[in-house]
């Protein structure tokens, strides 16, 4: 079983054998957090305390079993919002201490990498590269727990920056899944915006510049359609994301890709990202969409390869809130 509490989705999901899902419960918190445009901790480590226990329930309902015959726990440890994390931690070490079953710390963002290993076996090495609210990073991904940061980026993450320009445009919070839709029916080649940081060889990205692009863009063209506005603004950042990912599979002569995290459900961003990688004969894998966003299946699947590795954790564990820089997966 995995508890993942890292944000504001409360999610317990239960594996057969460390890769068949038998439940996978989210309980969003979106609608509390919309009226205020974007997550409020204190609101979410609340919510998550009401809510984690009847999530438990309802996975080991939904996968038919009881708690005492599950055989390991697994827990998200960060990054995320501490107080949030704190909830699924404490529940987590409540039952490995009281059943007397291992318990399995997991980085959030090895989750999203391991979400793939769901639907289909990857063969080592790939380029794998998290796309969320949080976090742009790059990685040579060489084995089970072993990750190599490539690159990150340096302000915004790609996600902050759909759901920012999501709120220049007065779309609701998540602002991803809306600028999506709306960029549907706009055109994307109306707004020239910036693709920056795109230097060979650089895998970090940079993002602040862009949102800033959109609202003097919407300053000054009041009149503009917020469609187009939406489609301009995705194809760039698509463009910055799917150039760096593309990039550093040449370079480092690896011929396959894992795209995850909330941003890789993006239509436009999959389709660009595939055409990019067939066109350079390379392989490119996403989890399915419900798979990218926050999610205790990917944190199970990748407690599993913890586990098997005698990587356990004892009853101090503590939660973090960043991963530090030069180090991107601590766990
Ligand atoms: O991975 P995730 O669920 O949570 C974090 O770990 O942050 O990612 C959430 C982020 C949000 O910024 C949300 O706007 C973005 O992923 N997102 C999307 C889409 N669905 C979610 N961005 C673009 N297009 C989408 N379809
Ligand atoms: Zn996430």
Do not use: W
């Not at 999901?13 to 989210?26: C, F, M, T, W, Y």
């Not at 939904?62 to 404490?90: E, M, N, R, W």
């Not at 940061?149 to 809306?178: C, H, M």
């Not at 960043?322 to 997966?329: A, E, F, G, N, V």
């Amino acid at each position: 079983m995995a508890i993942e509490t890292s944000c504001d989705e409360t999610a317990v999901a239960i594996l057969e054998d460390g890769r068949k899902i038998r439940s996978n419960i989210v309980y969003s918190q979106v609608a509390i957090h919309r009226p205020y445009g974007g997550v409020v901790p204190e609101l979410a480590s609340r919510r998550h305390v009401e809510v984690i226990l009847p999530t438990v329930e309802e996975a080991l309902k939904t996968a038919k079993v009881k708690l005492h015959q599950i055989d390991v726990f697994a827990v998200t440890q960060g990054p995320g919002l501490v107080g949030s994390l704190l909830v699924g931690i404490c529940v987590a070490k409540a039952f490995s201490y009281s059943l007397k079953k291992p318990l399995v710390a997991v980085n959030h963002l090895e989750g999203h990498l391991m979400a793939i290993f769901l639907e289909k076996e990857i063969d080592f090495p790939f380029i794998g590269m998290v796309i969320s609210g949080g976090h742009t990073n790059l990685y040579l991904v060489e084995d089970f727990l072993k990750f190599k940061g490539l690159g990150q980026t340096l302000d915004d993450a790609a996600g902050e920056a759909f759901d920012k320009v999501a709120r220049l445009l007065n779309l609701p919070y998540p602002g991803g899944i809306s600028i999506e839709a709306l960029a549907k029916e706009g055109n994307a080649n109306a707004i020239s915006f910036p693709r920056p940081m795109l230097t060979k060889g650089e895998y970090n990205v940079s993002f602040s510049g862009l949102k800033t692009a959109v609202a003097t863009y919407l300053k000054r063209h009041p009149e503009a359609l917020i469609q187009d506005v939406a489609a301009s603004f995705q194809e760039a950042i698509v463009d910055v994301l799917t150039q760096k990912a593309i990039q550093a599979a040449l370079d480092l002569n690896v011929s396959r890709l894992v795209i995850a995290g909330g941003v890789a459900a993006n239509g436009r961003l999959r389709h660009k990202m595939k055409m990019a990688a067939d066109a350079h004969s390379l392989k490119i894998y996403f989890p399915r969409p419900e798979l990218c966003t926050d999610n205790a299946a990917m944190i199970a699947v990748a407690g599993y390869n913890h586990f098997k590795n005698r990587d356990v954790a004892s009853l101090d564990l503590d939660a973090f809130s960043r991963t530090l820089s030069h180090d991107y997966l601590t766990s």
